[in-house]
């Protein structure tokens, strides 16, 4: 009897939401490994979900339908829900658009499997000549967005933050706070920011970019706002949970030295030379030594917490960890109702 290709059972997720075109077309590119397909029917104005369960006999694919339009990120939380009640053992995200080709799907499962990743995402900066095919501003948009969930979320390493090509472990799911993830387009680096404060190991998946079917309905003027906005409250939330809540190391001073010296330095130093010009007077030695000496500091102490950061990355997968526990604790449940089943 031959090995099956996936030990722990795989479940997709299809977020679905105007793909009626290009749904089945996914769905019939699904390895045969993969036990459970969801269909998530972001209530579609184009009756996705209806359309598949007419015309899909696939006996994998079940429908999850939503009553009111809630995002992307609401439609794959859903997914995950559905699957993790169903047993799936690792979980992977596709869209239904035909830009992910599901052929790929071992890629993102593999690494869960060997226990090298508790989460897997695509990259599509991998491989420099497959960025001819995606638009210069996406390009760029996609840069700056990196740089952004890199501070947000702790991960210096990942690239590509808003690829919608994932997989995750489902025992992580279990620990996530799935009503509190953004909906929208935000969710992947919203989401990348709650496996930081869990210490998740994350893993990028080369890929190319693919446009089958045009480009993204994404708008970068639409989201540049609420991005920026989401990352910056990230950013300070992961700040005060890893460094001061749940720990307190080097960084945790150098970060607040170094913010304080860096602004006494330039607020100072910005005042006397203000007042200096205005009466035209040249500022003595002392004065510019007592402003540029705690800016040089300053500004050494936060690159010196950036590198703290970067080294501080979670290496080690934690959802192991997590099922052991969940394990010990239905362990002690059962014996508790057991005692409390004999008095």
């Not at 596709?94 to 499962?109: C, E, K, L, S």
């Amino acid at each position: 009897m031959s090995t099956p290709a996936f030990p722990r059972p795989v479940a997709v997720v299809i977020p679905c939401y105007k793909v009626k075109r290009h749904v089945l077309g996914v769905i019939a590119q699904i390895p045969p490994d993969v036990s459970q397909v969801w269909v998530v029917d972001d209530a579609c104005p184009e009756g996705t979900g209806d359309h598949v369960e007419a015309n899909c006999s696939d006996p994998r694919v079940k429908v999850v339908r939503l009553e009111r339009n809630g995002g992307v990120g609401a439609a794959v939380m859903a997914g995950y829900r559905a699957a993790v009640d169903a047993g799936a053992g690792i979980i992977v995200k596709v869209d239904g658009d035909g830009q992910m080709p599901p052929a790929r799907i071992p890629q993102f499962v593999t690494p869960i499997q060997q226990g090298l990743a508790d989460y897997t995402k695509g990259n599509r900066f991998y491989d420099p000549e497959s960025l001819a095919e995606m638009p210069r501003v996406r390009l760029f948009g996609n840069l700056m967005l990196s740089f952004l969930t890199k501070l947000s979320s702790g991960y210096w390493q990942v690239v590509d933050p808003t690829n919608g090509y994932t997989a995750i472990d489902a025992r992580l799911v279990r620990r996530l706070p799935l009503d509190k993830i953004a909906s929208r387009y935000f969710f992947e680096s919203d989401l990348l920011f709650r496996l930081g404060t869990v210490r998740a190991v994350v893993l990028d998946v080369p890929m190319h970019a693919e446009y089958p079917h045009g480009e993204s309905s994404l708008s970068i003027r639409r989201i540049v706002g609420p991005f920026l906005a989401g990352h910056m409250r990230n950013t300070f939330k992961r700040i005060v949970y890893m460094y001061y809540l749940r720990d307190f190391s080097l960084g945790s001073l150098l970060l607040p030295a170094g913010v304080g010296l860096t602004g006494f330095g330039i607020v100072f130093g910005g005042l006397k030379w203000a007042h200096l010009a205005a009466a035209g007077s040249v500022a003595s030695a002392g004065t510019v030594m007592l402003a540029a000496l705690p800016l040089i500091l300053g500004i050494q102490m936060l690159l010196t917490f950036v590198q703290f950061d970067v080294q501080n990355t979670p290496r080690v997968p934690v959802a192991p960890f997590f099922a052991a526990i969940d394990d010990e604790l239905w362990r002690l449940e059962r014996e508790r109702d057991k005692e409390t089943a004999g008095t």
